[in-house]
Every structure is written in C-alpha cells, then in structure tokens.
C-alpha cells in the first residue's frame, strides 16, 4: 500500500511540472497572439544573466545588486537566474519585447528574434564584444557576462495550450 501511495505522489509531481520551451517568432503566429495577449504570458529565463558594472569611488548609487571586488575594483552586480519568472512590459516594436524579472521602474531587459537561434526571443545588447553585451537596466549600462548571451525567454506549454479559446459559431435554431 505505501509503495502505491509514494507511486502516486511521484507520479503526480510529474504531472505537475512545468514545460517550459523557448517562446519562438513562429510560436507567436501559430497562435496568432494580440499584444494583450502576449501581456497575460508568464515568461522565463532560460539561463543565468549576470549584469555587472564597475563603480568609481565616488559612486553610492547601487541598484539591487551586490557590491563585490573584482580585480580590486567595486562592481555592483545583478544575478537573474535560470528559471526566474518576468513579465512583459512593453513592445517597441514587433519583434522586440522588454521583460521584467523584478519589480522597480525601468527594470526590464530587450528580447527580440534571433533566426540563428531557431527564431527564439534572446537577450539583447546594444553591443556585443567577445560574447559580453552592453545593456540598459534600471537607467544605467551594464556589461554581461559572455554565457547570458545564451539567455531567451521560455514559456509553459502546458498553461498556453489551456489558455487557447475555442470557437463555434452557433447554427441557430428555427420553429418548426
């Protein structure tokens, strides 16, 4: 009996995992989404995105990141883990989004399709010199590190399919 019972927790924990794939240009036209519906996604990180800036000694403004030395200089760095969830905040343009993974005023990062990469929605920079970018976070450049050059968005499969709404058109009845 308590190997049936264990069975079936295990199995019931299976179930309920996330399925999460890469959200893709060719995923958003299959289901044909609005930008409203595009805003009700719950997105993911799929790797780890280190933001760092080096701090001169004058500078006291950090924004939630953490103080740390690196080759004797203060950096202020930002860790986004693999798995964080974000929200979309804004569409500049079509194939752009800007997700946010914390909460705070201009807290987002760039997304947008890269058809070398399977037309997934990657991170951004407005440069990119030896696998680091150069992004914008919070009103302030930071510099990445070369692996969150990888990083995309992914999205639950499973909570997208029930979220997809069924249509009939009623064939309407007459007296007979």
Request: hydrophobic share 35%.
């Amino acid at each position: 009996m308590k190997k049936l019972l264990l069975f079936f927790i295990v199995a019931s924990g299976f179930y309920s995992c996330k399925t999460l794939v890469p959200f893709t240009d060719s995923m958003k036209q299959r289901y044909n989404w609005t930008d409203e519906q595009i805003r009700s996604i719950q997105f993911y990180v799929s790797h780890d995105i280190i933001l760092q800036r080096r701090l001169s000694n004058s500078s006291t403004e950090i924004v939630q990141g953490k103080i740390k030395m690196k080759q004797g200089k203060r950096v202020d760095e930002i860790l986004i883990r693999s798995g964080t969830p974000g929200v979309l905040t804004e569409i500049p343009r079509e194939n752009k989004m800007m997700v946010s993974f914390e909460m705070g005023d201009d807290h987002s990062l760039s997304f947008g399709i890269n058809p070398n990469m399977g037309d997934k929605f990657v991170l951004l920079a407005s440069e990119w010199n030896n696998g680091s970018g150069k992004v914008h976070y919070s009103g302030l450049e930071y510099n990445t590190d070369p692996d969150s050059r990888y990083a995309h968005l992914l999205v639950n499969l499973r909570k997208i399919d029930k979220m997809q709404v069924r249509q009939r058109i009623a064939g309407g009845r007459k007296i007979k």
